[in-house]
């Protein structure tokens, strides 16, 4: 039971790898890709503008500089995606250290990590859900909450269960349906993980008062 279990998980995060890939491919071509060639349209009206009217396009092409700054930003975040993880080399906690480290700084964040309990070692089928969902979780962070701070609480004393906090904007918990429907913040990856194990998902938001992603297993 123990190998089919593990099986099943081997699985479920190479599919799971497989559809982050997918969609970092389809974020990179519908934002980056068509931004960009919406600039190289740009730079004519530009190279016209500073003959004709220089202050307006010195207005511009600081405009310009911080669009840059932000797809810069939106590559790297998608490179630092793709990476792979060495769990089975480095171990759940090392790994979960360095990702949130690397994380942090990539995305001028402030990450943090609470373990209550004993760092033992996980069920086999458990650690790659659990570092996929922190993943995610703080992906979705990076790309919409503007926050400055992250909080991973893992607290081992009675079963387990995962939450991961920001400080950023948060919003409308009644637009969940819609955007797990669409397929924005996966969500349906998410707790389609954690329900395989026999577990719950919860995401708590207000306007203005952040996020918390919380799972029980």
Not at 25 to 32: M, N, T, Y
Not at 59 to 77: D, Q, W
Not at 150 to 156: A, F, G, K, R
């Amino acid at each position: 039971m123990e190998d089919v279990t593990a099986e099943k998980a081997r699985r479920s995060e190479e599919e799971a790898i497989a559809a982050e890939r997918r969609r970092i491919a389809r974020e990179i071509h519908d934002g980056l890709a068509q931004d960009l060639a919406a600039l190289r349209f740009q730079v004519r009206r530009w190279q016209a503008l500073i003959e004709r009217d220089p202050a307006q396009a010195k207005t511009e092409l600081e405009e310009l500089h911080r669009i840059l700054g932000e797809k810069i930003r939106e590559v790297r975040r998608a490179i630092f995606a793709l990476r792979p993880v060495a769990l089975d080399e480095q171990g759940f906690w090392p790994a979960l250290e360095h990702f949130l480290g690397e994380f942090g700084e990539q995305n001028g964040l402030q990450t943090s990590l609470e373990v209550q309990g004993e760092r033992e070692r996980l069920p086999a089928a458990l650690e790659p859900v659990l570092f996929r969902i922190v993943q995610e979780a703080l992906h979705n962070v990076a790309r919409h909450a503007q926050a400055s701070r992250v909080w991973v609480t893992l607290d081992l004393t009675a079963g387990l269960l995962l939450r991961v906090r920001d400080d950023g904007l948060g919003f409308d918990p009644a637009t969940l349906p819609r955007l797990a429907q669409e397929g924005h913040l996966g969500l349906r990856q998410m707790r389609e993980r954690v329900e395989a194990l026999g577990g719950t998902l919860e995401v708590r938001s207000a306007p203005g008062q952040g996020t918390e992603v919380e799972v029980r297993l």
